[in-house]
């Protein structure tokens, strides 16, 4: 028997999935709530988010340390830590995308052997299985 895949979690396919659900699509929903595999997020997307809050750039409906933590529960989601290895293979990564979230996320998704669940077409230029 193989192993399950193990699906990353975008930083805006988490913020979608707490709060506007619609904007998911058909395969990512599905992915998220069917599925056996493990559901991953990144403490990239950890940082993202509590630094876009501090900088007023999204609202959420409690301090990011409160929310996240309710959200992780909620959906059972599996923290991943960022490693050296996701930091160095950031500067290995073809120069598709200048976000240094989403180039963590990329470099995660590889050393873990994830598949992303993303909407961003940049993401998926890289050499790396996606899914929405």
Not at 13 to 22: G, Q, V
Not at 41 to 52: C, Y
Request: hydrophobic share 40%.
């Amino acid at each position: 028997m193989g192993t399950l895949t193990a699906y990353l979690l975008d930083t805006c396919t988490l913020i979608w999935l707490c709060a506007e659900p619609e904007r998911l699509s058909k395969t990512a929903k599905d992915a998220i709530e069917t599925t056996d595999s493990p559901l991953l997020l990144s403490d990239a997307s950890a940082l993202e988010i509590a630094l876009k809050w501090q900088a007023g750039k999204i609202e959420l409906p409690d301090p990011p340390r409160h929310w996240l933590e309710k959200q992780i529960a909620v959906w059972g989601l599996q923290c991943l830590e960022l490693s050296r290895s996701d930091i160095y293979r950031t500067t290995e990564l073809p120069d598709r995308h200048k976000d240094p979230f989403d180039r963590l996320l990329v470099a995660s998704a590889l050393n873990e052997n994830a598949t992303i669940l993303t909407p961003d077409a940049a993401i998926r230029q890289y050499p790396v299985s996606y899914l929405w």
